[in-house]
Nanobody, 124 residues
Framework: QVHLVESGGGLVQAGGSLRLSCAAS????????MGWFRQAPGNEREFVAA????????SYADSVKGRFTISRDNAKNTVDLQMNSLKPEDTAVYYC?????????????????WGQGTQVTVSS
């Protein structure tokens, strides 16, 4: 059974940093493109960042480019999202997802598995 478990969320002031982590079990991570999405109240789930199975290709939403960095460690079966210069508009539940390798990973429909999410709240 596949499990993706996010951690690292919390409350932070604007301008601060958080590091989210996603731990995967029940699947071999290097077969998957991994991504982070987020969903704020009343909004649809939106793309944040994705990383190819080898880590050589990364993509970001324009709203987080230059502030967030996605990384992965296939040996540890983990994917991280380093978030710097956080803004109140970054407040959302952040979800980790796994899509078959070869997918770009910027669209919801590409993903086969999702975690339960972790809350990130940025105060002004």
């Amino acid at each position: 059974q596949v499990h993706l478990v996010e951690s690292g969320g919390g409350l932070v002031q604007a301008g601060g940093s958080l590091r989210l982590s996603c731990a995967a079990s029940g699947l071999t991570l290097h077969y998957y493109t991994m991504g982070w999405f987020r969903q704020a109240p009343g909004n649809e789930r939106e793309f944040v960042a994705a990383i190819s199975w080898s880590g050589d290709r990364r993509s970001y939403a324009d709203s987080v480019k230059g502030r967030f960095t996605i990384s992965r460690d296939n040996a540890k079966n983990t994917v991280d999202l380093q978030m710097n210069s956080l803004k109140p508009e970054d407040t959302a539940v952040y979800y980790c997802g796994a899509a078959p390798s070869g997918r770009a990973g910027s669209s919801l429909h590409e993903y086969d598995y999702w975690g339960q999410g972790t809350q990130v709240t940025v105060s002004s």
